[in-house]
Nanobody, 121 residues
Framework: QVQVVESGGGVVQPGGSLRLSCAVSGVGLNVYTTGWFRQAPGTEREWLSY???????YYEDSVKGRFTISRDMDKNTVYLQMTRLNPEDTATYYC???????????????WGQGTVVTVSA
């Protein structure tokens, strides 16, 4: 059974950085695509980035250059390094996994419970 568990959320000041982790179990990262989404209160869940099974990475334009997705194959864990954070980045961040994946929530079958990121002075 595939399980996805996020961690690393917290409170950070504007301009700061934070790294989120996504531990995947039950399937190897060389087989599944793993993605990051976020959802702010009152808004729809939006796609941020994903890394395909072959390691190719993709980013939504608004986070390109600020967020970096990476993976540790030994730990079967995917990371989202976030820099130059601003209050608009405040949201619950979700990790998801799927054999194919994509840029929409319907493209991912397995989801974590989310980790909260708050950007505030």
């Amino acid at each position: 059974q595939v399980q996805v568990v996020e961690s690393g959320g917290g409170v950070v000041q504007p301009g700061g950085s934070l790294r989120l982790s996504c531990a995947v179990s039950g399937v190897g990262l060389n087989v599944y695509t793993t993605g990051w989404f976020r959802q702010a209160p009152g808004t729809e869940r939006e796609w941020l980035s994903y890394t395909a099974s072959d390691g190719t990475t993709y980013y939504e334009d608004s986070v390109k250059g600020r967020f970096t997705i990476s993976r540790d194959m030994d730990k079967n864990t995917v990371y989202l390094q976030m820099t130059r954070l601003n209050p608009e980045d405040t949201a619950t961040y979700y990790c998801a996994a799927d054999p194919l994946g994509g840029t929409h929530i319907l493209a991912f079958q397995y989801w974590g419970q989310g980790t909260v990121v708050t950007v505030s002075a």
